[in-house]
């Protein structure tokens, strides 16, 4: 380490350099969202093309190698000499952070992403980019290495097209996780654009595959799409989505809503196609403007009135009980705040978001009184319930399953109070629980058995999933609250970890728990503390050696190695392994294997829970048949 510290020790990063050096900074990750997130970077210019009128079709396409291309038929980003800076304007879009028309008002007049800087760090983070531009009858065309020009743009030929192409390769010494796409995960933002830039035609297409794979995202409904979309499979009021859109002051609002017979509220909020998941004041305008329409209305309803307590009003969580909504707004100059940076804070979006809403939704109702009469009956009777589960979280503590520190009794809680080192292992059936408690380290690992039929909160009212005996002592346990009362600092283990048999009725009440967690505590998957336990499902003897396997291949190739008979066993259920069995196979850190369960998109999450644990049969049946072809069969 050298003391000295002077002028000649500062290190200016020159051009890209910075991005290579840092990329985490400019794309959030170099692991596989910060991958994907190059093609969102690539996708959001001609996404503001399409915004500024001038794109209807952008073509995406993954090709061998790892290759991506981006086409749009947009106006081609200008090719001419730039009079500042003495080259063309393409080499300066790829080659400078915060270089192009966003900042110019006359160019883009409301843009996506949140930086500025766009392509230019696509370009630094790839082996090669490839740029073709289509303008004024000739193709142009420049190439670049790690960033760097291999030449001035140069013509290459005469067309008759117009737009942008951008075609690149992800450096793996960047990108060392892997620089492999996923087409589901891309599939869901593309979808996701398509549905908020209504008309836009977005055409996917996979061509690794032997067969390539092509969709087509196109809705010309925009939002409306996207609200039914979010519905799928669910009973709705009313038939078509509730539309409101309209303009001020250049912020363009548009807002579409529908309830269905479940109990969750469900909005996506977005500002210039950026999903604001912390929300911000576009949100708070639409949420405000609900509640107080609502309030109106029932004022003008004494048989419902009736039903609602003295001075009793109804409030924001009453009239969202089963809402699903998408509240998109286009602000010129959006200024975000929070954490992520994915909450807006422009104060005037929330006047004009509230006062539109306020407007077109009373007079959708005055002129549908129908379907306002069904929505506030809803509205009433979550009131209802609201007040109902007040009073059974003020019972919870005084049912005998608690023990005197509001703690389950057949929890066998660990004896560490630091939440970081703890973990709760959540157990089907009390023969299992026996065996956990035995195996368990209980410095740092409890036990939690869970017995009887589990309750399916996507078709159950908030009340009804508190004063729930099954779900009661996981509440309790985890010490965190529900929903709206939901506190993440008070939770009592960092892994949360479901283990159940390996067959069908194990999976099915897996997927009950983690309905649960995705509904009323989705925190605790969003910050990566629920896991999945994975038992062995084979024991193989052979002398005095023991495999213990996790698949039936895994058991083919062990057989392979052994010359000679070995006993098989085949574990039907965690009952069936002795305590030692299932510590050194299944809970013990430094041997055990789990799943950590990931919410990679809360939208798609939602829209997946909702056709699986809902009760419609149609959508259940038609997304097992189309995706049966990547399940596993255990036969």
């Known amino acids: 380490m050298n003391a000295s510290y002077s002028a000649s020790n ?19 990750s170099t692991g596989p969202d910060g991958l994907h997130h190059l093609v969102y970077e690539v996708v959001d210019n001609c996404i503001d093309e399409a915004m500024a009128g001038f794109c209807d079709t952008i073509l995406v396409v993954l090709e061998k190698n790892d290759v991506v291309r981006v086409e749009d038929n947009g106006r081609g980003i200008p090719v001419d000499i730039h009079p500042g ?10 080659t400078r952070l915060h ?63 117009r737009g942008t192409t951008i075609r690149w390769k992800a450096d793996s010494s960047i990108f060392t996780e892997t620089t492999t796409y996923n087409f589901d995960v891309l599939s869901v933002r593309l979808r996701e654009l398509a549905f908020l830039n209504s008309g836009i035609k977005i055409i996917f297409r996979d061509e690794r595959l032997t067969n390539p794979k092509e969709v087509v995202f196109q809705f010309e409904g925009g939002i409306r799409h996207f609200v039914s979309y979010l519905n799928e499979g669910k009973k709705i009021i009313p038939e078509e989505p509730i539309y409101i859109s309209g ?59 009736r039903k609602m307590d003295k001075e009793e009003k109804l409030t924001g969580d009453d009239v969202r009980a089963g809402l699903t909504s998408v509240v998109s707004v286009k602000v010129p100059e959006p200024q975000f705040e929070g954490q992520t940076k994915t909450k807006l804070g422009n104060t005037e979006v929330r006047g004009i978001v509230s006062s539109l809403v306020n407007e077109q939704l009373t007079l959708f109702f005055e002129q549908n009184p129908s379907i306002i009469e069904l929505i506030l009956e809803k509205a ?16 919870t503590r005084r049912k005998s399953g608690m023990d005197s520190f509001g703690l389950p009794g057949k929890l066998a809680d660990c004896s560490s109070k630091n939440p970081e080192e703890c973990e709760v292992y959540i157990v089907e059936g009390d023969s299992a629980g026996g065996s956990a408690k035995q195996g368990r380290n209980p410095k740092i690992q409890a036990i939690l058995p869970l017995w009887g039929k589990m309750l399916n909160v996507e078709r159950t009212r908030i009340d009804k999933v508190i004063n729930n005996d099954k779900l009661q ?112 196979t299944t809970m013990d850190p430094a041997n055990r294997k789990m799943k950590r369960v990931q919410l990679t998109d809360a939208v798609e999450a939602d829209h997946i829970f909702s056709t699986l644990m809902g009760e419609e049969v149609e959508p259940r049946r038609k997304f097992i048949e189309e995706n049966a072809v990547y399940a596993t069969l255990d036969v």
């Not at 576009?282 to 949420?287: N, W």
């Not at 109106?296 to 009135?305: P, Q, R, S």
């Not at 009433?380 to 019972?395: G, P």
């Open 10 to 28: 500062i290190t200016v990063l020159k051009g890209l350099e910075a991005v290579r050096k840092r990329p985490g900074m400019y794309i959030g």
């Open 85 to 94: 800076e003495g080259i063309s304007a393409l080499e300066l879009v790829l």
């Open 99 to 161: 270089a192009g028309g966003k900042f110019d008002k006359g160019s883009y007049k409301v843009s996506g992403g949140l930086h500025g800087v766009g392509v230019s760090c696509v370009n630094a983070l790839s082996t090669w980019l490839e740029a073709y531009v289509e303008k004024d009858g000739q193709t142009y065309f420049m190439k670049f290495n790690t960033g760097e020009a291999e030449s001035p743009v140069k013509e290459i030929g005469s067309t008759e097209r």
């Open 247 to 305: 303009e001020k002051d250049d912020v363009q609002v548009e807002v579409s809503l529908q309830y269905n017979d479940g109990y969750n509220e469900n909005i996506l909020s977005f500002v210039n196609d950026i999903n604001t998941k912390e929300g911000g004041t576009h949100l708070e305008g639409f949420k405000s403007a609900l509640t107080t329409v609502m309030n109106e209305f029932l004022k003008n309803n004494a048989k419902l009135l």
């Open 380 to 395: 009433v009777a979550e009131a209802s319930a609201r007040i109902a589960a007040r009073k059974a979280k003020e019972a």
């Open 473 to 584: 002592p996981v509440i309790a346990s985890l010490g965190t609250g529900i929903g709206k009362d939901f506190n993440i600092e008070k939770l009592r283990y960092h892994k949360i970890i479901i283990m159940a048999d390996a067959d069908v009725d194990g999976s099915h009440i897996s997927t009950l728990l983690l309905t649960f967690f995705f509904r009323y505590m989705p925190q605790l998957i969003e910050k990566g503390y629920v896991y999945i336990a994975m038992p062995p499902l084979y024991k193989i003897k052979f002398g005095k050696k023991e495999y213990f396997v996790f698949s039936d291949e895994e058991r083919d190739q062990v057989l392979q190695t052994i010359s000679g008979k070995a006993d098989v066993q085949r574990y039907k259920g965690l009952g069936e392994m002795e305590w030692q069995e299932l510590k050194e």
